[in-house]
């Protein structure tokens, strides 16, 4: 049965429908029959005293039952059998009113009508016809009782006694025919408005989801959206734009946008279309700077108003940095490249140079001063030898041979060789590590990496300071730093090329073969201002560097 009715068994709408229903029901009787009973009562000639006792206890029954409806409908959850038991007492109600009041010639065949119009309300068409069907029947059958004298007669009731033909007839063709046409209309007119109230709550639930999906858009989206009104203001910062600068959003709500992020604040003026590319360099709350790539659009309302700058970034940093360390593994291939074929060319003239120049200073006719300058002809031609060792190391490093090794023992070994060999003899070291830090590395790549930072940091502390070597194995990070004066802001971008060098006697190749030991782990490099005062080189190695093990002698 719940297939067929109208509207949503468990709605709350049905729920006030009733109630509004009971109330109206109650209102319709009490001004109706109260009316009439209290107008006769006061009458001169009036109907029989009995007939207003009559009316008077149907006025009294109908309050009691609509104050017991009213109370079940509380408790209710679903309505069919409830509304049905309704109808039928209306119909029921409206045929004995009609048959106190004279029956074909009562005044209250209209209280027919009014159930009519109520079922349309309540219910699907087919039910709506059966409600129809069945007051017609009763109608008819009564007015058929009537005409045949079958009809129970009351004391003091106004009845007629005998009834034509012909009008008992007229009287059901005119009602019936009132009822049934009352129940197409009504029944049309109820239908419409069920559907215009289903389409009204779809769009609703349309509406609905289509703000929550908005949401949900705005929430997960990984890019920022930021909303900059005609007057420079932010009114809008999702999450994706919190988590990326850091701000949150009553931070920067209102506020001008020049204060947060100057590179936007003269888009709105200069921006006549939509803009499908920039880029940005922004500050964030923590004080970094990030570089933000960008596309910024007007935003109008569907009245064409102008609502101000839509403004979608993303955090570009990791991306160029990735993209400068893709340039700078291109230019170090490509001088490896160039170096293995120098190396392999130059090489074997050296060694015929050095080899003559040893037979030449044993001849027992040169002089001192010749013997001295072939001395430094030999020491320049082994200073060149250790340049092309250099490069052939360079452009053809060795494959990676990973190992579990304890880098806090050889950290320890690198600064003993150091303090040894009278290089570091002002230097301080600092140690800040625990005993032991297992990683699975390469040891000779990452001894000759760590090596070679050392020695930069002990050269750039000349007049003696400090140097800090950090490790963290959990995070993959080693940091060497100094006190010295560091590099300068435009070589920070230049120092592992290869033959950059800021010495006097560098070759320019000790940071870029550190570099490439570090690119064979998969990790990177960066340099950065040191709390120290000098250079952090700061190495951050992959995740299968970190593996648990034991290290292996």
């Known amino acids: 049965m719940a297939s067929f009715f109208a509207p949503r068994a468990d709605s709350a ?18 001004f109706f029959l109260g009316g009439a009973t209290i107008y006769h009562l006061r009458a001169a000639h009036g109907m029989s005293p009995a007939l207003v006792v009559w009316l008077g206890t149907l006025v009294a029954v109908a309050t009691v039952q609509t104050v017991i409806s009213a109370l079940i409908l509380v408790r209710l959850g679903r309505f069919e059998r409830f509304i049905h038991g309704q109808l039928t007492w209306d119909l029921l109600f409206s045929l004995a009113v009609i048959y106190l009041t004279g029956g074909v010639e009562s005044l209250y065949t209209f209280l027919f009508i009014l159930v009519i119009v109520a079922a349309s309300v309540f219910l699907p068409r087919p039910q709506l016809l059966i409600v129809t069907s069945a007051a017609a029947i009763l109608y008819g059958s009564l007015l058929d009782l009537q005409y045949y004298r079958y009809l129970p007669m009351f004391g003091g009731q106004d009845f007629p006694t005998r009834v034509r033909a012909a009008e008992v007839f007229y009287a059901v063709f005119i009602h019936v025919g009132a009822f049934f046409l009352t129940a197409l209309l009504s029944g049309y007119l109820a239908e419409r408005v069920r559907r215009s109230e289903a389409a009204r709550e779809q769009r609703e639930i349309d509406y609905g989801d289509l703000e929550q999906l908005n949401r949900a858009i705005l929430v997960n989206i990984t890019s ?21 600068t850091g701000y949150r959003l009553e931070e920067v709500y209102n506020r001008p946008v020049e204060i947060f992020f100057p590179p936007f604040a003269a888009l709105d003026h200069a921006l006549t279309l939509s803009l499908q590319r920039g880029e940005a360099v922004v500050k964030t709350s923590r004080g970094n700077e990030l570089i933000l790539g960008y ?15 839509l403004v979608a970034f993303q955090d570009l940093t990791e991306v160029k940095a990735l993209e400068e360390q893709l340039r700078r593994a291109d230019r170090l291939a490509a001088v490896g490249r160039l170096a293995s074929g120098l190396a392999h060319e130059i090489r074997n003239p050296l060694a015929s140079i050095s080899g003559s120049v040893q037979l030449l200073r044993e001849d027992a006719g040169i002089g001192e001063e010749n013997r001295r300058l072939m001395g430094i002809v030999i020491r320049e031609v082994d200073r060149l030898n250790l340049l092309l060792s250099d490069f052939l190391n360079f452009a053809r490093p060795a494959p990676l041979q990973p190992e579990c090794v304890d880098i806090a023992g050889l950290f320890d070994e690198l600064v003993e060789l150091l303090r ?5 003899s002002s230097v301080r070291f600092e140690t800040c590590y625990e005993p032991s830090v297992i990683m699975r590395v390469d040891r000779q790549k990452l001894r000759q990496a760590v090596w070679d930072l050392l020695i930069n940091a002990v050269e750039a502390l000349p007049s003696g300071g400090t140097v800090r070597i950090s490790a963290n194995a959990a995070a993959g990070e080693i940091r060497i730093e100094d006190s010295g004066a560091g590099i300068a802001p435009e070589a920070k971008d230049r120092v592992f090329e290869p033959f950059f060098t800021t010495k ?8 870029a073969n550190v570099y490439a030991n570090i690119d064979a782990h998969r990790g990177r490099i960066f340099v950065e201002p040191s709390p120290l005062g000098g250079a952090c080189f700061m190495i951050e190695l992959p995740e299968e560097c970190r593996q648990d093990c034991t290290p292996e002698h």
């Open 13 to 30: 709408q049905t729920r006030r429908l009733l109630v509004w229903y009971l109330g109206i029901r109650l209102a319709v009787v009490v």
């Open 224 to 244: 920022g959206l930021m909303l900059v009104s005609p007057e420079g203001r932010i009114r809008s910062f999702n999450q994706a734009a919190a988590r990326i």
């Open 295 to 309: 596309s910024a659009s007007h935003v109008r309302d569907p009245q064409e108003r102008d609502l101000g700058l």
């Open 420 to 424: 040894a060999g009278g290089q570091a």
């Open 504 to 511: 006097d006697r560098g070759t320019g190749l000790g940071l």
